[in-house]
């Protein structure tokens, strides 16, 4: 994986849980430009380990001068999101990788239609600026529960092709009332919990949707759990798994090597054969199929756990 | 400017011809003397001095004759060249991706000077000069995919990316080994490759594809293939196959060492900025079998590798017909002797 290492320009709070970082390459230079719906993987060193979070970009996808992102304050995750809104301040030197694309447009759609539920409003706002750049015709969606959470706002050009529905305003969104009638060749893009994202996904089918008309990306960050051990084949080296740590991130401070992407369960760059397992994988990441996770002969350490007496890992 | 470009030909009298440094800087294809398909990917570029995998984009005493013959099978089959629509952008990447890296590594022969979208294009060896805007397809003469590709050596796929799966959406493709562009134009990866013998079930295509798709921008890579061609031609297209498809006819234990060529097509994948899409250019190197015996250790290792080959592998590459004349000349280079791991000449 490519890394740069840039420098903080600027933190912003959005809102009372949301800030906004900028960084910009410390001499100046041009960034690389990217797509719309790229993320970046940000690294946050903590004592002896490396944590590493993934965030979508929501500045302008061909403007090289600087990368934004938006991070929403987590206080039962593991500690990622903890660390940037309390360790991260302006003129401090960061390490992110190069932006990579997960959840892009489809740019064959007549028109695209995107529904962001809280923070999963940000791939968005990178797509959109894409989307007046290539001039396609688009509708925007963004749900919050309440005007003081949704940060977004802020962030949103004013438009007449810009929604904003605020639930607590008595504007709930009305997915039924959206879909329903767009022109033939629409793709939908949905970001945010999955009850949006298989909301979404009923009402298409339904209306008859083709399903490679309908994206969407639950972005999630590894979920923590109870504590637990993995074994390394290759040496026989046990690694202790935290409860506040992905086996990625274990098996990386015990300076085991694997390769990764997207850290969310989703680019398929971490899978890893099991040789040995004697209990439950707790399957997080949405890269494996259903029979490979029953089978238990595979892994996607960035997002998953375990439960029981032994894994071992073709490592 | 510092290099010579031959006047050769690749079609009619084929006046193409390796000078002694091109037969130096061949990309042989084989680093031990057996071969199967397997997923050989590396990183790119990176490689000694002087050899094709030193540079992004390798331009060599070929390049001019090279874009002529490009230029004469064009103006005879339009559809060598296609874009569906939504390629636009990530033909604009791979025209960046191209005047950026040759213009770095290429300075006496290539120039670019870029003013916010405000673009100035120097090519000295085509002679061409031209200012355009960036992202701006009303200011080039055709489609940016097709104007950089009608001045950079080898074919080009753009590949679409989307339910977890590649497109060939786009490309330029002139100098191919025996497909054709206008069949598999918007098919996927696995359709696309139906037709190899043995790779799918072997799992090749399954692990092809997810290396693919999790190339990132910033980190590029190759791969070398390999098939085996009759005179030095570049179209060997189906199209055209009752042009070059009799000529296999032609080769004797005479002339078997002038007329048969190995054909090795260096394959680089980027993954393009602005589209997301990827770009795979397809670099087609030639060489006869003569010039290889010239470096002793090729000659040893070529005759090991096509006289051991699976059938399946000779008939697909197309010369399972003069497989034994090519192996018995070659037979006169291979005294048994060890050969070096790796693929580059002792000597
Ligand atoms: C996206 C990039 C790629 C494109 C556009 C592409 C395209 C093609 C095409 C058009 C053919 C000819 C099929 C025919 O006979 O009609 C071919 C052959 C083949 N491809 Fe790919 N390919 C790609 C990547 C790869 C990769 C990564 C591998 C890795 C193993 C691979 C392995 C092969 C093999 C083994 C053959 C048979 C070649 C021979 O024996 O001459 N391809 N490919
Ligand atoms: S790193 Fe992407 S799936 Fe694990």
Known sequence: MKKLCLKVAAVEQLSPLVKRFRFEDPTGASLPVFSGGAHLTVEMPEGDMIRRNSYSLISDPYDGSGYEIAVRREDKGRGGSLYMHTKVAEGDEITVSVPSNLFQLDLRARKHVLIGGGIGITPFLSQLRQLDMEQKPYELHYAARSREEAAGIRLLPQAAHIHVHISEEGARMDLGAILDGQPLGTHVYTCGPDGLISAVADQTARLGWPKTSVHSEAFTAPPPGEPFDVVVKSSGKTVHVKADQSLLEALEAAKVEIDYSCRGGACGRCHTKVTACDGRILHNDHWLSDDERAAQQDIMPCMSRFKGTRLELDL | ?347
Not at chain 2, 151 to 160: E, S
Not at chain 2, 198 to 226: C, E, I, S, T
Not at chain 2, 326 to 334: H, K, M, P, R
């Open chain 2, 1 to 347: 400017m510092t290099m010579q470009f031959n006047d050769e030909t690749f079609r009619g009298d084929y006046t193409y011809h390796n000078s002694p440094e091109a037969i130096r800087r061949f990309p042989f294809p084989f680093d031990q003397d057996t071969y199967m398909y397997s997923v050989n990917i590396e990183q790119h570029p990176g490689g000694p001095q002087g050899t094709p995998f030193e540079k992004m984009f390798d331009v060599d005493e070929h390049y001019v004759a090279e874009m002529k013959d490009r230029e004469i099978t064009l103006a005879e089959d339009p559809l060598r060249c296609q874009s569906l629509p939504h390629m636009e952008l990530a033909g604009w990447d791979l025209l960046e991706l191209i005047m950026v890296s040759k213009a770095r590594d290429y300075p006496d022969l290539f120039t670019l000077h870029r003013d916010g979208n405000d673009w100035h294009w120097v090519n000295k060896p085509l002679g061409i000069e031209k200012n355009f805007t960036f992202l701006d397809a009303t200011t080039l003469p055709c489609g940016p995919m097709e104007y950089i590709t009608r001045q950079t050596q080898g074919d080009f796929a753009l590949l679409h990316e989307r339910d977890n799966n590649l497109w060939m959406d786009a490309g330029m493709i002139t100098s191919q080994a025996d497909w054709s562009l206008d069949f598999d134009v918007g098919m996927n990866f696995f359709e696309w490759h139906a037709p190899v013998p043995k790779a799918r079930k072997m799992g090749v295509f399954d692990k092809a594809l997810k290396f693919l798709l999790a190339v990132d921008q910033g980190q590029h890579y190759r791969r070398l293939n390999w098939t085996m061609t009759v005179n030095p031609r570049l179209d060997t297209s189906p199209e055209n196959y009752h042009k070059w498809g009799p000529e296999k006819r032609t080769v004797t234990p005479e002339n078997v060492g002038q007329k048969q060529f190995l054909r090795v097509e260096l394959q680089t994948f980027f993954r393009l900025p602005r589209s997301n899409a990827l770009a795979f250019p397809i670099r087609c190197y030639l060489m006869n079998l003569e010039d290889i015996a010239s470096k002793p250790k090729w000659g040893r290792r070529l005759h090991r590798v096509l006289r051991d080959i699976d059938p399946a592998l000779a008939e697909y590459k197309g010369f399972a017909v003069n497989q034994k004349i090519i192996v018995d000349y070659l037979s006169q280079f291979d005294d048994g002797a060890p050969t070096t791991p790796g693929i580059f000449p002792d000597v």
